[in-house]
């Protein structure tokens, strides 16, 4: 079974940073996108950034470009989502998750392991 923990959230005030980690065990890693999405009090859901098999195609939210970087290291299976300049807007948990093809979505559906999140929590 594969499965993913995520690491590395935490409490930080507006314009700090945090680096998430995502460790994957079982299944293979190597060969899959990867993707972060992430669900605040009282909404849905949302997308935040993928990454190809390869990592050579990234994607972000418009709410988060510029502001986020997602990286992976097959070797170590492992793939990080590098946030700075975070706002109070950006509390959520985050999860990480397997899609099921080589080549990043955006859409949840394409995903089909998901971690259990970690949660960050930005102040004003």
């Known amino acids: 079974q594969v499965q993913l923990v995520e690491s590395g959230g935490g409490m930080v005030q507006a314009g700090g940073s945090l680096r998430l980690s995502c460790a994957v065990s079982?299944?293979?890693?190597?060969?899959?996108?990867m993707g972060w999405f992430r669900r605040a009090p009282g909404k849905e859901r949302e997308f935040v950034s993928t990454?190809?098999?390869?990592?050579?195609?990234?994607n972000y939210a418009d709410s988060v470009k510029g502001r986020c970087t997602i990286s992976r290291d097959n070797a170590k299976n492992t793939v990080y989502l590098q946030m700075d300049s975070l706002k109070p807007e950006d509390t959520a948990v985050y999860y990480c998750?397997?899609?099921?093809?080589?080549?990043?979505?955006?859409?949840?559906?394409?995903?089909?392991?998901w971690g259990q999140g970690t949660q960050v929590t930005v102040s004003s």
């Open positions: 998750a397997r899609g099921k093809y080589s080549w990043s979505s955006s859409k949840s559906d394409d995903y089909n392991n």
């Open positions: 990454i190809n098999w390869s990592g050579s195609a990234t």
């Open positions: 079982g299944r293979t890693f190597k060969g899959y996108a």
